[in-house]
T-cell receptor, first 113, second 118 residues
Framework: DTAVSQTPKYLVTQMGNDKSIKCEQN?????MYWYKQDSKKFLKIMFS???????INETVPNRFSPKSPDKAHLNLHINSLELGDSAVYFC????????????FGPGTRLTVL | AQTVTQSQPEMSVQEAETVTLSCTYD???????LFWYKQPPSRQMILVIR??????QNATENRFSVNFQKAAKSFSLKISDSQLGDAAMYFC???????????????FGTGTQLKVEL
């Protein structure tokens, strides 16, 4: 059973395009996150949702818009893609807002040409 | 803001030997959580071990154990009886106890690439 899944695993696109990454967790968790891992493998939080409500938005450009249709899903839409958006994007979840342990999805490698 | 430092970009260990990965952090908080995550070439982030700062006892998970020195703000990971499957990037991470103001997030170090040699 896959706990946290992401689609697609790989995404190659042209500059200026709009793309979405989807995340689903079947753990029954309330809280979900998006992290970005850059080319130097540095991981940084982008967003966090708790019970479908946006809680954390870490100085991410407006071109990035997360959406949580329900507690099990957190999608990331990116408008007007730029070369610098190339990275691995990880979705994660934790049981509740105050729960410390986060479980990660397999990541989506986005390449912008 | 909290920072996490991993001063060893790369480490090597012989199979069956023991290796220790270093991590230090900076915080003014007294209660927090620390983690080690493993990222193999598959790219999956796998939780290795966690430590609650209010617990003095060092966490242990099979061949993985930590040396948590709260006063020194140090959180090293010891891998005993290293196996080829341990080869991966290891990340140290910090989580604040504060749940407001963006506190409920993981702050990661820059990672240590561990190579396991035959």
């Amino acid at each position: 059973d896959t706990a946290v899944s992401q689609t697609p695993k790989y995404l190659v696109t042209q500059m200026g395009n709009d793309k979405s990454i989807k995340c689903e967790q079947n753990l029954g968790h309330d809280t979900m996150y998006w992290y970005k891992q850059d080319s130097k493998k540095f991981l940084k939080i982008m967003f966090s949702y708790n019970n479908k409500e946006l809680i954390i938005n870490e100085t991410v450009p407006n071109r990035f818009s997360p959406k949580s249709p329900d507690k099990a899903h957190l999608n990331l839409h990116i408008n007007s893609l730029e070369l610098g958006d190339s990275a691995v994007y990880f979705c994660a979840s934790s049981q509740q807002w105050g729960t410390d342990t986060q479980y990660f999805g397999p990541g989506t490698r986005l390449t912008v040409l | 803001a909290q920072t996490v430092t991993q001063s060893q970009p790369e480490m090597s260990v012989q199979e069956a030997e023991t290796v220790t990965l270093s991590c230090t952090y900076d915080t003014s908080e007294s209660d927090y959580y620390l983690f080690w995550y493993k990222q193999p070439p598959s790219r999956q982030m796998i939780l290795v071990i966690r430590q609650e700062a209010y617990k003095q006892q060092n966490a242990t998970e099979n061949r993985f154990s930590v040396n948590f020195q709260k006063a020194a703000k140090s959180f090293s990971l010891k891998i005993s009886d290293s196996q080829l499957g341990d080869a991966a990037m290891y990340f140290c991470a910090y989580r604040s106890p504060i749940l407001t103001g963006g506190g409920n997030k993981l702050t990661f170090g820059t990672g240590t690439q561990l190579k396991v040699e035959l």
